[in-house]
């Protein structure tokens, strides 16, 4: 699943590193256009204003965003790791034994 973001001036609210051969977003800020716009934690940076990211690190991720113009466009993707959405497809859903949310609930003060 692809999100695309459009920053006006000032920080964009996330903070990047280099994770898995891609460049990923490890933490979003609070209350900023970011978050508002669905940006979360292990999404893969695909595009800053319409240049590639693919086989940059880091530094070359941050290096298009400080080259590109306001507003500033960044294309991130929602990715498995390790698992292909058809193998999660496929997998067996188990379920919980009768009565185990009621005594999780009841565990936690909750009835």
Known sequence: MMITVTFEEGPLGVTLGDRDGVVKVVSVD?????EAKGVVAELVVRE??????????KAGVIALVKAA????????????????EVE???AP?????????????AAAGIN
Not at 48 to 57: F, M
Request: proline share 4%; glycine share 10%; net charge positive.
């Open 88 to 90: 999660m497809a496929e």
């Open 69 to 84: 113009s306001r507003p500033l466009t960044i294309k991130f993707e929602r990715t498995q790791v390790g698992t292909s």
């Open 30 to 34: 609070a209350r900023t256009v970011a």
């Open 48 to 57: 800053v204003s319409g240049k590639s990211a693919k086989g940059l690190d």
């Open 93 to 105: 859903v188990a379920e919980a034994p009768a009565g185990f949310l009621s005594g999780v609930l």
